[in-house]
């Protein structure tokens, strides 16, 4: 097993929450940036597209968010060596630069009308990038995390890659909320309003990227690095082997049950159920909300009891519920049981969001450890994450929607599979080795 040495008395407190702060507020603006795709696709699909119904123009925009996810494997392999031998602080900083970038390029792009193919092309461009900067960035966030946080509180800390990861996404559907009731009529936001979330994420991610220049680095980091023999590659990697199975199955199931009860609810909630597209985001904030909330007590329950038991009620509340839920939330005509039926799901996704951060992190040494966790973690979600609105809409269009309830009771099998027999000895994954 790898090893987390307790090396936390060269920060003061002030300078590791500072520390904590930068390296996960980072992260808030990389998932809202991301998010702002998927809450604002009802509103541009028309405008990167050739005109079709409303299914056919969510699944094309649905092609290109989970073609997004492709570049997340080279985000991680890239990124991750960067943190594992420049620094993870470098890491951070490269990332945040990427997604302003492609940000920037959707919120100034022509129209379909107005350029022809060259419109979606454009937009697969902004998000590629937009991928490879957020593949690079949960390794090394997680890792930086991890590293910097109290040993005795590692779960606790590592929470708040959720929670500023949730805050990303609520920050996107607050600004489609503010925009929806506020400020612009539906006509003004399909024809230029989906725009400005575009702009306010490449300037936050400005803001972050000046605000990290105060980041600490790890001291596990400045440790290994006076080792020239200390950072390792895809080689060092590969003697991984059963740490890198267990990232992905993990992941596999995790990534599967939360987006789909985020990203795809929203539509799901709309194109299935029925609600309407302000009752569906209101629902979506508020669930959001309460799974944002709820995160710190599971990492810090992780630290009491142990990662090993929230990972197994995660995989099997997920087994036995997912089918049932979604069934129900099918058919839901009320916002108000909508809002408890998808809160109760996060709840229960929570056993995996909270801790899994820490789970993969603590499977590595540090000289391997952000490319451990950025790699197959990324594979994983590009394969399967970026792909579940895109399976979900599909198994609508052929008439067998609820074959998708079951793909991602699936998903989650493979993950509790994982749990108990590819990391059965990791009862309480904190120890000091």
Same mark, same amino acid.
């Given at each position: 097993?790898? %090893?987390?040495k307790?090396q936390?008395?060269a920060?003061t407190?002030?300078?590791?929450i ?5 390296g $996960? ?5 990389? +998932? +809202?940036?991301?998010?702002v795709?998927a809450?604002? $696709?009802?509103?541009?699909a028309?405008a !990167?597209f050739p005109?079709?119904?409303?299914t ?5 925009s649905?092609?290109?968010f ?6 997340r494997?080279?985000?991680? #392999?890239?990124m ?9 602080r470098a890491?951070l900083? @490269?990332?945040i630069?990427a997604?302003?970038?492609?940000s920037?390029a959707?919120? @100034?792009?022509?129209?379909?009308e107005r350029i022809?193919v ?8 902004a998000r590629l990038?937009? &991928?490879?900067?957020l ?5 090394? /966030?997680?890792?930086y995390l991890?590293e910097?946080?109290p $040993?005795?509180q590692r &779960? !606790? ?7 500023t990861l %949730?805050?990303g996404?609520?920050?996107a559907?607050v600004v489609?909320?503010?925009?929806? !009731?506020?400020?612009?009529?539906p006509?003004?936001l399909?024809?230029w &309003? #989906?725009?400005?979330?575009f702009c306010?994420g490449?300037?936050?991610a400005?803001s972050?990227l000046?605000?990290r ?5 790890s ?7 006076h080792?020239?023999n200390?950072?390792g590659?895809l080689r060092?990697l590969l003697?991984?082997?059963?740490e890198v ?8 199931g995790g990534?599967?049950?939360f987006?789909?009860?985020?990203? +795809? ?8 159920a029925?609600l309407s ?6 629902v979506?904030t ?7 909330m ?6 810090a329950l ?6 090993r038991?929230l ?9 036995v ?10 058919s839901?005509?009320s916002p108000l ?7 109760a799901?996060?709840? &229960?996704?929570?056993?995996?969001? /909270?801790?899994n951060? @820490? ?5 590595f040494?540090t000289?391997i450890?952000?490319?451990g966790?950025a790699?197959p973690?990324a594979?994983t ?6 792909t579940?609105e +895109?399976v979900?809409?599909w198994?609508?269009q052929i ?5 998708f309830y079951w793909y991602?009771?699936g998903?989650?099998?493979?993950s509790?599979?994982?749990?108990? !027999?590819?990391?059965p000895?990791?009862?309480r ?5």
């Amino acid at each position: 097993m790898p %090893v987390f040495k307790t090396q936390t008395g060269a920060l003061t407190t002030a300078q590791r929450i500072r520390s904590i702060i930068a390296g $996960s507020s980072g992260n808030l603006i990389e +998932y +809202y940036d991301w998010y702002v795709y998927a809450a604002f $696709s009802m509103y541009f699909a028309h405008a !990167f597209f050739p005109k079709g119904n409303q299914t056919t123009e969510l699944l094309r925009s649905a092609a290109v968010f989970a073609v997004g996810f492709l570049m997340r494997p080279v985000g991680g #392999w890239l990124m991750g060596l960067m943190a594992d031998r420049h620094g993870r602080r470098a890491a951070l900083s @490269v990332s945040i630069i990427a997604m302003c970038a492609g940000s920037l390029a959707i919120a @100034v792009c022509p129209t379909y009308e107005r350029i022809g193919v060259a419109a979606p092309c454009v937009l697969l461009f902004a998000r590629l990038l937009q &991928g490879l900067s957020l593949g690079g960035e949960y390794g090394a /966030s997680a890792t930086y995390l991890s590293e910097i946080a109290p $040993s005795a509180q590692r &779960g !606790f800390y590592a929470s708040f890659q959720y929670v500023t990861l %949730v805050m990303g996404q609520l920050l996107a559907l607050v600004v489609l909320l503010i925009l929806q !009731f506020a400020l612009l009529s539906p006509a003004q936001l399909g024809a230029w &309003g #989906w725009r400005v979330p575009f702009c306010i994420g490449a300037l936050l991610a400005l803001s972050i990227l000046w605000f990290r220049r105060g980041m600490a680095e790890s001291e596990q980091f400045n440790t290994a690095s006076h080792d020239r023999n200390a950072h390792g590659g895809l080689r060092v990697l590969l003697r991984h082997p059963r740490e890198v199975l267990g990232v992905c199955g993990l992941t596999l199931g995790g990534t599967v049950a939360f987006y789909t009860f985020t990203i +795809y609810m929203q539509k799901y909630l709309v194109n299935t159920a029925g609600l309407s597209k302000e009752q569906s985001t209101l629902v979506s904030t508020a669930s959001l909300v309460v799974f944002a909330m709820v995160q710190p007590a599971f990492g810090a329950l992780s630290d009491r009891v142990g990662r090993r038991r929230l990972l197994l009620s995660f995989g099997i509340i997920g087994c036995v519920a997912t089918v049932p839920l979604m069934q129900a939330l099918s058919s839901v005509h009320s916002p108000l049981v909508a809002f408890g039926l998808v809160t109760a799901a996060l709840v &229960g996704i929570s056993g995996y969001t /909270s801790i899994n951060a @820490v789970v993969k992190a603590e499977l590595f040494p540090t000289r391997i450890r952000a490319l451990g966790v950025a790699l197959p973690y990324a594979l994983t979600v590009s394969v399967f994450g970026g792909t579940a609105e +895109y399976v979900a809409l599909w198994f609508k269009q052929i008439g067998h929607e609820g074959l998708f309830y079951w793909y991602v009771t699936g998903c989650i099998a493979c993950s509790l599979l994982t749990v108990l !027999f590819v990391l059965p000895g990791h009862d309480r994954i904190t120890q000091e080795h």
